[in-house]
T-cell receptor, first 115, second 112 residues
């Protein structure tokens, strides 16, 4: 597609429920990142996928968080047993592979509210 | 990755140049300086990046000091649509992981 697409744009869920957030990166972009942004804060790195390499999961805050990237394209971020502190905007970004001459393209994010 | 320091907020009159400073005194030789901005309720948008030379594109100019310990993003003719939070980030481009470490940025208000 023309840009990075994320769905849903907004999600309200009850504490303890599981949620799935989806990211469709730009076609041909091999690098995909998930970040989250709490109210009034900068972005916090969660996980990174690059081609067929093992993902960098070093930013995932707990084992309730997991992510997959199927076929090197679409990615799903899953949060199990959601907690109120999980409320944030979850942002996905993609970039082409290669050297440093690429910025990321971000999606508009999924605003998650845990009540 | 090196840490950056930016003023929390700035104002600029519409039509004037907006000069946004960033300190990155611990930057190392292989770290690039990236600038992004985030307009309210949107995902961040890439603006420009550089290593040591000044850079210019259709959005902005990036001036990096000779010692690379600071840089300035210049929006030559700011418009109301440039009101956003501007993030300065330094990042190594060695290895596979090119994650960015984000600070709180500078909230730029362009006033009519």
């Amino acid at each position: 597609g023309a840009g990075v697409s994320q769905s849903p744009s907004n999600k309200v869920t009850e504490k303890g429920k599981d949620v799935e957030l989806r990211c469709d990166p730009i076609s041909g972009h091999t690098a995909l990142y998930w970040y989250r942004q709490s109210l009034g804060q900068g972005l916090e790195f969660l996980i990174y996928f690059q081609g067929n390499s093992a993902p960098d999961k070093s930013g995932l805050p707990s084992d309730r968080f997991s992510a997959e990237r199927t076929g090197g394209s679409v990615s799903t971020l899953t949060i199990q047993r959601t907690q109120q502190e999980d409320s944030a905007v979850y942002l996905c970004a993609s970039s082409p592979a290669g050297g440093p001459n690429y910025g990321y393209t971000f999606g508009s994010g999924t605003r998650l509210t845990v009540v | 990755d090196a840490k950056t320091t930016q003023p929390p907020s700035m104002d600029c009159a519409e039509g004037r140049a907006a000069n946004l400073p960033c300190n990155h005194s611990t930057i190392s030789g292989n770290e690039y300086v990236y600038w992004y901005r985030q307009i309210h309720s949107q995902g961040p948008q890439y603006i420009i990046h550089g290593l040591k030379n000044n850079e210019t594109n259709e959005m902005a100019s990036l001036i990096i000091t000779e010692d690379r310990k600071s840089s300035t993003l210049i929006l030559p003719h700011a418009t109301l649509r440039d009101t956003a939070v501007y993030y300065c980030i330094v990042r190594r481009n060695a290895g596979n992981n090119r994650k960015l470490i984000w600070g709180l940025g500078t909230s730029l208000a362009v006033n009519p």
